[in-house]
């Protein structure tokens, strides 16, 4: 990313700074050369049309350039690659908590390998902070009530900054921590360390224990949707719309159940707004994901079909 | 200095026709209302920038050390308030717009001189409420209020901030409105449309921006009130509300509001260059019609303050191009005025290196504008010092040196004093280093990553030495400020007499007598000429329309 966003910078460095050359030439060549002389009077000059479109035809299309070029840098650095390591960020009033997908929970510092691509899947606790490592030239709000994601590679192994950028009350410039790129290998011996098992298994204990697989049963059965297969599908809602079921769409699904409900399902569900923390709706989305993720793609094409099925089967069960 | 004083009977003028503190307080007269803001305005950027020096101070050492962080918190915030919306909002035209609207296209005063006076009361009631509330404890919210941090998490206060910004808005939206009327209904005969100076323009085009963008921050405010006060749940995701609605609504008054503060002074600008190049301005046509398209494209662009808030990216998409197109017009602009230049005879009066100055700053502003609209640099450069530096160099760098321009422009006419000429050019130069010195250095710290609204440094010590660079050039610019301020004070008791037209300026403003009578003008004017007809002036071709017995 930082090669494209500074390619860039130095393509916007030479033109602004051709078009600050040119105004300055004039202005000063002329304040010199056309400066008060006894005798001599200004010379009428209304305008000229052809000039006006010129000094507003190729600003525009210079304009443009720059637009295109700064969208197709923006489009690569906002769309995660597949298969990218996730990471769940929580911010709150004034730390960054991450939590590996694998388990390590982390606090104002975030180690990754080298090389791979890592997606952060954030939300905040309190107020809107904003992720932002310089060195990878990378940024997103991290805002409460919703998740963002934001993502990034790492080419070099060191340690670089990581600051809040959304002021967030009295100690917003203490809320700095470190992203820590290491080796492959250096990665795999940290990992070892201090894990208590994956995320996603964290979920499913979290799952079990609020009983949500009383209704969400992994047949056809339930009151409510079977879970298997269904995340980063397109789900149909009650209402007739189709919403894709991502990160976002699990959690408003726990907090606000009403919200989309599922074709062929009632709105039984009641509300967790309050009865989960944040990093237990990370780890019951890092749970449902996994039930889509059980194989490269096997279960993923073979869980569609079970996902129709269910639905239909539920408005059976009205 | 006796002979300065020698003038044994001054002419009757808006001045000296009353005294007594109820003569001021009660006017209706346009010219002492613009003065009563002036006065007003001036306590408040003094207040802003003494925050400003305090700012600078403690960021001169990466450790927090000056102020706690509380404080600083507050200082910035209260610096971004003060400034945005008690002085800059209002300094140019309630202060210039106000005195010389009228006068430039020959009405006795402005279409409801009362409203008028009524938006200076509504301005001091909103300034005292936000003193009140500075000397109370103060907010901590940043001038931008947002939401959830401002509507549940801080406990300072926002509510009374809040009202004093809704009042003091009201107070802009009068003068928008009494423009507007006044512009349509009281020109002078023969002062038709195209006719009109480009400092009218700016004006019309700043008007609808008052008048359509200031009732929506007026419900922001009061929507914030109504979360933190009854947990509406508008705002706050606990409560069911959207955070980002509330940066829709914010930037929708908020981004237009710099085309408030800049476009005035590219009125100003355009007065002063024609002047000082003895030549009309190069596309007058251009330079009008560029007005208005600023005003209505600046519409359109607010949420390119949001792209890394958690937008769409097709949003994003919509508002970088829509940015661009807001771009065209300043660039118009600014070839025109360079345009203007050739083959004039130029003068370098104060008020024309003021307008110098606003031409480099505002340039690199608009230009450092262009990397922050490119979606894929502005995710790097927002929230850091590199978005600090580029609206310092518009509202600052911009509006301001157009203001001070402006006010040693117009200053013999207000005074019926002349400043000392010297120490002008000397102010001008001192603002344009200082405040060069203050931020480019910002515009690198940004690029290498330093968040704004930090006030300890120390995880990042590397960037001290750009952070001193900014302390000293604001120490410098801070004195460039107070200049004027003390010759200007010092003229209007020991300055020479000014003539009714010491630069031989084309504007109807200028036919009047220095300082002008309570109406105006003695008989109302009638306009033959066009607009800078500086050609005619300077070959005796035009004469000179006495409208003063």
Redesign the interface.
Known sequence: MAG??DA??IF?LI??GM??LL??T??IY??AR????KG?????????IP??VT??II??FV??A??L???????K??TPPRDSTEVYVVAK?WMWKLEHAEGQREINQLHVPVGKDVKLIMTSQ???H?F?V??F?????V????Y?VAWFRATKPGTY?L????????????M?GDIVVMDPAQYEAWMGGGSTGPLSATGEKVFAELGCATCHRTDTQGRGPNLQGVFGKPVLLEDGRTVTADENYVRESIL?PGAKVVSGFKPVMPTFQGLVSEEQLNALVAYVKSLSNAGPTGPKTASAPQNAPAASKGTQVE | MSTALAQPVERENYLNKHYGVGSWLFTTDHKRIALLYLISITFFFFIGGFFALLIRLELLTPA?DLVQ??TY?KLFTMHGMVMVFFFLIPSIPAVLGNFLVPMMIGAKDLAFPRINLLSWYLYVIGGVMMLHCMLTGGV???W?F?A??STE??NTKIVEAGLAIFVAGFSSILTGLNFIVTIHRMRAPGMTWSRLPLFIWAHYATSIIQILGTPVIAITIVLVAAERTLHLGIF???L?G???LFQHLFWFYSHPAVYIMILPSMGVVSEVIACF????I?????VAISSIAIAVFGFLVWAHHM????IS?YA??IF??LS?SV??PS??K???W??T????????DAPMLYA?GF??LF??GG??G??L????????V???YFVVAHFHYIMVGGALMGYLGGMHFWWPKISGRLYPEGWARLAALIVFVGFNLTFFPQFVLG???M???????S??PEFQVLNVLSTAGATILGIGYLLPMIYFLWSMRYGKPAPDNPWNAAGLEWQTQSPPTTFNFDQEPVVTWEAYN??EI??GHREEVHVVG
Not at chain 2, 307 to 310: D, E, I
Not at chain 2, 341 to 348: A, E, N, R, T, V
């Open positions: 494209n966003v860039l910078y916007l033109v602004t078009m600050t105004v300055f004039c202005v002329f304040a056309y400066r008060k002389q001599v009077l200004a010379e009428k000059i209304e305008g000229s000039l006006e000094w507003s600003p525009f304009f443009m720059i637009f070029w700064g969208a197709v840098v923006y489009f650095g906002r009033q309190d107020v809107i904003s932002f310089p060195a030239r990378m940024k997103q709000d805002v409460p009530g919703r963002t900054h600051f809040c950028a959304e002021y967030c009350g009295t100690q917003h410039s203490g700095v606000e | 927090g962080a509380d918190n901590d919210t940043g931008t947002y959830p941090f998490y801080t706050d995701p606990k069911g959207d955070p980002l190049a003895r030549k009309r190069f596309g007058y046509s251009f792209f890394v808030a958690g990216v994003a998409l970088s191009l661009y771009a065209v660039a118009v600014v070839f025109n360079t345009a230049l050739y083959k004039g005879s130029i003068h370098y110098f031409l480099g340039t690199i230009l450092t262009l990397f609209a490119a979606l894929g640099i502005n995710v790097h927002t929230d850091t690029y290498l990553g968040p704004r609204r930090y006030y300890d440094y995880h990042m500086y050609d300077d070959a």
